[in-house]
Each structure stands twice: as C-alpha cells, then as structure tokens.
C-alpha cells in the first residue's frame, strides 16, 4: 500500500514549519493559515493546527543503501539521535532493514527505515531527506489489535506482515504498514512513551482503489 496524504495534528504548527522546512530540508507544498503540507516521495505529509498536544509515531522508507549516510546526515543537522537498547542504527533482521529515531519539534517519534528490499539510489547521490521514498509506517494505537486487523483485512485486503495480533500487529507491505498495537500492553520504540490514541486521517492506495481512513475514536474507513 502506498500512503498518499497522512494529516496529523500539532500545538506547534510554527515550529514543526521550521523544523521540516529549515532542518531536514522538505519544501511546502501546500499552505494556510492553520496548515501546511510537504510531499515526501509519493506521499504528502500534513501537519494541521491544534490547541490538544498530540504525538504520533510514523516512519519514512529512504534507500536502502545509505542508513549509515543517513545517521551521519541526521547528526550534522544536530537532531539527536534516539538509541534503542544501545544502538543508534537499529538493526531489524527479521524485517530486512535498519533503522533510526528521532523527534520533530512536537514530540512525534519519527523513523527513517532502509529496507534491503526497496530500490537504491545511486551511491554518488549525497543523503538528503528529500530523497525519501514515501511514509514507510503510521502507528495506530487500538483497543483490540485482532479485530482492528481484520476490519483492515476485510474492508482494504490489506495482508499480515509481522506480529502477534496481541499485543502488536502490522499490516500492508514494505512500502506502507499500518503499526497496530494494544495501547494497553504496548508502548513506542524507542523510549517507551505511551502509545495513545490521537486522531489523525489518511488517505492511501491499494492496487486500484483509493480508501480514506479516519481515525478517531475507532477507525473508520470509505472507499473513494
């Protein structure tokens, strides 16, 4: 699946400007006064404005062959890196992939993710975030992880990739992945913050179809 436009809420809508803008270099592509959108690969990433603190988790897929150019890149930008269980370029064997986390200017837990499987890019071309393929992953705290699966499963034919279907479960493939996880039982790589429910949108592709998924208080999904 492809994530076409992911829309997330801040308290801090100037600063996350400056942030994606001044600090990792995306240019806007939409804006108003209480919005702003920048295209990353082939999905669009709004940040609306709220007056609720709210904090996500969401990962970018980036080639595969610059994870270690990509850390490197993160730390020249001086944006800490979030080690987790002593590494700072997490190494994901099961999944085919490294990975690293750091924060934006609202506290959300961003990741860049290399997947081996994806496509590389020429090893003369420097990292930049610009050249990130698309958002990789968007956190979806529930109550119930199997039934969530399965209204995702039923309504979308999106296939299990990764979990228990307990406690955590991911759903979609390696260009987009739903991170499904019990809020109860589960909390955020890489520091443990509470896996809470804060509403967000989206609207993706599947094959053919177009869906728009809202999110809050319970998913609710329509074909476009």
Not at 141 to 148: A, G, I, L, R
Not at 174 to 181: C, K, P, R
Request: hydrophobic fraction near 40%; proline fraction near 4%.
């Amino acid at each position: 699946m492809r994530v076409q436009d992911l829309r997330l809420y801040t308290h801090k809508l100037a600063e996350q400007k400056r942030f994606y803008t001044q600090r990792l270099g995306f240019s806007i592509v939409k804006e108003t006064p209480s919005s702003f959108s920048i295209q990353i690969g082939y999905s669009r990433l709004t940040f609306i404005n709220s007056q609720t603190e709210a904090y996500y988790h969401f990962a970018l897929n980036i080639p595969p062959n610059q994870a270690t150019e990509a850390l490197e890149w993160l730390k020249t930008k001086q944006i800490p890196i979030e080690d987790w269980m002593g590494y700072e370029l997490v190494d994901f064997s099961s999944w085919n992939a490294k990975a690293m986390y750091f924060y934006d200017a609202s506290g959300n837990i961003v990741e860049f993710i290399a997947r081996h499987n994806l496509k590389e890019v020429d090893g003369d071309c420097p990292f930049q975030a610009v050249h990130s393929l698309g958002i990789s992953e968007v956190g979806m705290p529930v109550d119930k992880v199997s039934d969530t699966f399965q209204l995702i499963s039923d309504q979308m034919g999106l296939e299990f990739f990764s979990g228990d279907k307990d406690r955590f479960c991911a759903v979609g493939d390696e260009e987009g992945l739903f991170i499904v996880v019990d809020k109860s039982q589960k909390t955020w790589i890489p520091n443990n913050e509470p896996c809470i429910d804060f509403p967000f949108d989206l609207e993706l592709r599947e094959g053919n179809r177009l869906y728009h998924l809202v999110y809050d208080n319970g998913l609710k999904i329509h074909t476009l």
